[in-house]
């Protein structure tokens, strides 16, 4: 086999990594090429029938109109987003901030991930003689954020004060006092709440962090993906003021729509006309589908009652489900623990004192047919050879069918119960 000489962006952008890993297990589980016991590695959110049918409806009526069918099939928007979908985002988003926004406020990406893309390497990397980083003031945080950066060593993380909470319980919190702020710093970056761990940073926490930006002048970038207002899969739903520094970041995806690629980004002008500059060059403008499908469910606060009435119940009893399985098949006399659950899709396992890292445990799994993520991933900005703490994490998607998670729990106990064997 040829092989080709890469850039040092081609070489940095094409080793493994950890949100390769995951997508690859999630693709190959989804698309047969593998069947697993228990699918608890992806992050695929569920298939609701009832959201489900609510796009169909919607797609239906636009399917109707010749007009607005053949702008969505074959139409480019501009590189900031289709102007009627802004409007419905500026609309919707003003009756939750206490400030009224503008469109020059908001931009759409092809999906998230690709806006953090832009965004991260837009404020950090080399500039004149310094070398500007991201900072993340607790982790672990979303694998995806880890690759983003388009050159070495932009990322700078904190450790987190753990809280043991009784036996089988403990909860992250920001170590304000270690928190690593200099002219090198371009950005902070938290999401809310968190994947993986499932903890929500404080409405206090979240003041303190804009505090900091607003006198460092940098942005504070909040993500939203699992969040408020929508898909609304959040315990603590103080929803956080828009302060003319802070970008929030929210996503179709996690409403039912990963398909659609479309990422919502609501920010100060000048940062969101540069993200609408660079979307331009890298995409040219964002997909159409997305956008035309969820205008009218903004407008008409359709969106709220899916996830209200059907979204959130979801998960919550797919979480009740998953605890009783965990009651049912983990020994309560090992030091495993769960993080606080405080929402997203997902339950962070601690194996404190385990003999094993999470990348063997993950490798003994998926021999077994159960599919999770190891830890190490999401400490970017750590060594982890240094922190026994993040060798001894795994990721966990609870939103699975009753048979997966019976199933799954049952080798996921056993598992945990050798590892910890000498």
């Given amino acids: 086999m040829k092989h080709y000489k890469l850039s040092d962006f081609g070489q940095k952008m094409t080793t493994e990594s950890g949100i390769l890993q995951l997508m690859d297990d999630l693709g190959n ?14 992050g695929n959110p569920a298939i609701i029938p009832e959201v489900t049918d609510a796009f169909k409806s919607r797609l239906h009526q636009i399917s109707k109109d010749p007009e607005s069918l053949a702008a969505m099939l074959g139409t480019y928007d501009t590189p900031q987003g289709n102007s009627a979908f802004i409007e419905s985002v500026v609309e919707y988003f003003s009756g939750h901030f206490e400030t009224k926004l503008l469109p020059e406020n908001v931009a759409i990406t092809s999906g998230s991930q690709t806006g953090f893309f832009m965004l991260f390497n837009m404020l950090a990397g080399s500039s004149g003689n310094s ?9 672990p945080e979303y694998v995806g954020y880890s690759d983003q950066l388009a050159e070495h060593e932009m990322i700078t993380s904190t450790r987190p004060i753990i809280t ?15 928190l690593d702020i200099d002219e090198n710093t371009g950005a902070i970056c938290v999401s809310r709440p968190t994947n993986p761990s499932g903890n929500v940073v404080s409405t206090e ?10 006198e460092r002048d940098i942005p504070l970038v909040i993500d939203n993906a699992y969040g408020a207002p929508f898909p609304g899969v959040i315990v603590d739903d103080d929803f956080v003021e828009f302060d003319g520094n802070t970008v929030f970041s ?26 609408s500059k660079l979307n331009a060059i890298v995409s040219l403008s964002s997909p159409n589908f997305g956008q035309y499908l969820v205008t009218d469910l903004l ?5 709220d009652r899916l ?14 489900v998953a605890m009783e399985y965990i009651e049912m098949y983990f020994d309560k006399s090992l030091p495993w623990r769960l993080h606080t659950y405080q929402g997203s899709y997902f339950f962070w396992l601690w194996l404190e004192g385990s003999v094993i890292g999470s990348k063997e445990l993950y490798a003994r799994l998926k021999e077994k047919g159960v599919l999770v993520v190891p830890g190490e991933y999401f400490f970017a900005g750590q060594d982890s050879s240094a922190w026994p703490h993040a060798r001894e994490c795994v990721r966990l998607n609870f939103a699975r ?9 049952k080798i996921l106990g056993q598992t945990i119960a050798a590892a910890y064997r000498p």
């Fill in 205 to 214: 926490e979240v003041k303190r962090l804009q505090k900091i930006a607003r």
């Fill in 29 to 42: 589980a989804m698309n047969g090429v593998v069947e697993p016991i228990a699918m608890f590695g992806g």
């Fill in 401 to 409: 069918p009753d048979h997966e998670l019976e199933n799954g729990m």
């Fill in 164 to 178: 043991k909470i009784d036996q089988h319980e403990f909860k992250y919190s920001i170590d304000f006092d270690q």
């Fill in 307 to 320: 996830s209200q009435d059907y979204i959130q119940p979801f998960y919550a009893d797919r979480r009740r």
């Fill in 250 to 275: 929210y996503s179709l995806s996690k409403v039912g729509l990963p398909g659609s690629r479309t990422g919502i980004f609501v920010g100060p002008p000048e940062l969101i006309r540069s993200l």
């Fill in 131 to 139: 070398r500007r980083k991201i900072l993340f003031p607790l982790v």
């Fill in 299 to 303: 407008i008409t606060k359709e969106i």
